[in-house]
């Protein structure tokens, strides 16, 4: 997670606004099998031809000293490796990233319900 969000707070401080801050949004919802963490920005976005590499181990855009293309590799591996969950990029409707995080959680039964007394 901390690493998802330094991403998305390095991508908003690239996007040059009018006095105007950028902004991540963190959402969970529970489906039917997995939950799901989505971290969003609105920040430029990952560009279509290095889509493919961002989850390389030392893939990076950044300068030497900003990245080093760990961040994302690492999530991959404990999100999907140790977790047997998914870590999925897409592009934000209205421009940005947004990484998305599934983790296998079955539905739990009902509680029962409690006996009168
Ligand atoms: N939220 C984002 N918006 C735009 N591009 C992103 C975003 N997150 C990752 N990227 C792209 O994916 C590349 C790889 O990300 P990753 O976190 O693995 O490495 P890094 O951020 O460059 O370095 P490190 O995480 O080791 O400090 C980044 O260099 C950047 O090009
Ligand atoms: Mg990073």
Do not use: H, S, Y
């Given at each position: 997670m901390l690493n998802l969000i330094v991403n998305a707070?390095?991508?908003i401080g690239?996007?040059?606004r009018?006095?105007?801050l950028g902004n991540i949004w963190i959402k969970t919802s529970r489906l039917p099998a997995h939950v799901e963490i989505r971290v969003e920005d609105d920040g430029p976005g990952v560009p279509e031809t290095i889509r493919e590499q961002i989850?390389?181990?030392f893939f990076t855009t950044k300068e030497v000293g900003k990245g080093t293309g760990?961040?994302?590799s690492i999530a991959y591996r404990v999100v999907c490796q140790q977790h047997g969950g998914t870590l999925t990029m897409e592009p934000r409707a209205g421009g940005g990233a947004c990484?998305?995080?599934r983790l296998p959680a079955p539905?739990?039964?009902p509680a029962a319900a409690?006996?009168?007394a």
């Open positions: 707070a390095q991508a690239e996007r040059v009018n006095e105007e989850f390389d181990p760990q961040g994302l990484f998305v995080i539905a739990t039964e409690t006996q009168a």
